[in-house]
Nanobody
């Protein structure tokens, strides 16, 4: 199972970006999907997560500004980021867990996409 993330870039403070992450491979099921981020010199942190049933969880720092969603038919998770701040600058990684077609459990990470918020 692989994850391919896209949608990062440079945006001014107050702007918006939408990240996408598509899963592919021998997938039987995808349970949780999420976005994490890692800024220079800092540990990777959870940004938002969504269950297969649509239950969401957000880091306090992004509540009310970011929205996570998923398209189960397309095995894709999205992160809509509004009102971006310079402190949102980081490499964003998507993550998913579930079972393969052979019923083995998996946890996979995408390759990371850079988000830079700067004027």
């Amino acid at each position: 199972v692989q994850l391919q993330a896209s949608g990062g870039g440079l945006v001014q403070p107050g702007g918006s970006l939408r990240l996408s992450c598509a899963a592919s491979g021998s997938i039987f099921s995808i349970n949780g999907m999420g976005w994490y981020r890692q800024a220079p010199g800092k540990q990777r942190e959870l940004v938002a997560r969504i269950t297969s049933g649509g239950i969401t969880h957000y880091a306090y720092s992004v509540k009310g500004r970011f929205t996570i969603s998923r398209d189960n038919a397309e095995n894709t998770v999205y992160l809509q980021m509004n009102s971006l701040k310079p402190e949102d600058t980081a490499v964003y990684y998507c993550n998913a867990d579930g079972r393969t077609s052979q019923m083995y459990p998996y946890t996979v990470w995408g390759q990371g996409t850079q988000v830079t918020v700067s004027s």
